[in-house]
């Protein structure tokens, strides 16, 4: 166990929709990382919160959007479903964004499935 | 072309082999290196990790970095059953720098190990 818990593990959803992905990190982690898996594109980064600040933008469509709250908990908002958006969602979190020895922990996942 | 890039495999040995996988990178502002582990349906799970070229060891598992090829590799000595996973490479840079706070991952190797 890693200590970073996602919430929900699955989610299936209809076109269209709006959901939402929760990631707790590790007790004492500030960053936390959003990642997209899918099968032709493997692991790609989505977006870094560091503190409740952004930090950093990969390929994160404008459809999506993130936040980290005081209590250092983040959410992935998803909106406007299309079914290439059906994929692994993984949150990692660590210590200090960029740092020596503080390298990323990976929670399950969230399995989102768009019918 | 990727930024790194991995062999998918598949890859099957018989248990107590020596297994080789490998990444190449063509990002020369990547310094940090690492290993991850993936079982099926599960979230990724740090190996290992390396700062610039180098080896390290732990237990079966050696990583060696060779920045001037821009190829990384990662051995598994005694090779287990429970080794069977996929294995991603992933890399980045330091903080402040153009890969500031993200991980750049290989597509990943799928390894079967057969008793």
């Known amino acids: 166990d890693s200590g970073v818990t996602q919430t929900p593990k699955h989610l299936i959803t209809a076109t269209g929709q709006r959901v939402t992905l929760r990631c707790s990190p590790r007790s004492g982690d500030l960053s936390v990382y959003w990642y997209q898996q899918s099968l032709d594109q493997g692991l790609q980064f989505l977006i870094h919160?560091?503190?409740?600040?952004?930090?950093a933008k990969g390929n994160i469509l404008e459809r999506f959007s993130a936040q980290q709250f005081p209590d250092l908990h983040s959410e992935l908002n998803l909106s406007s479903l299309e079914l290439g958006d059906s994929a692994l969602y993984f949150c990692?979190?660590?210590?200090?964004?960029?740092?020596?020895?503080?390298?990323?922990?990976f929670g399950q996942g969230t399995r989102l499935t768009v019918v | 072309q990727k930024e790194v890039e991995q062999d998918p495999g598949p890859l099957s040995v018989p248990e107590g082999a020596i297994v080789s996988l490998n990444c190449t990178y063509s990002n020369s502002a990547f310094q940090y290196f690492m290993w991850y582990r993936q079982y099926s349906r599960k979230g990724p799970e740090l190996l290992m990790y390396t700062y610039s070229s180098g080896n390290k060891e732990d237990g079966r598992f050696t990583a060696q970095v060779d920045k001037s090829s821009k190829y990384i590799s990662l051995f598994i000595r005694d090779s287990q059953p429970s080794d069977s996973a996929t294995y991603l490479c992933?890399?980045?840079?330091?903080?402040?720098?153009?890969?500031?706070?993200?991980?750049?991952f290989g597509q990943g190797t799928i390894l079967t190990v057969h008793p």
């Open positions: 992933a890399m980045r840079g330091v903080a402040g720098g153009t890969s500031y706070g993200k991980l750049t």
């Open positions: 919160y560091y503190n409740g600040e952004e930090r």
């Open positions: 990692a979190s660590s210590v200090a964004p960029g740092q020596r020895n503080t390298e990323a922990f």
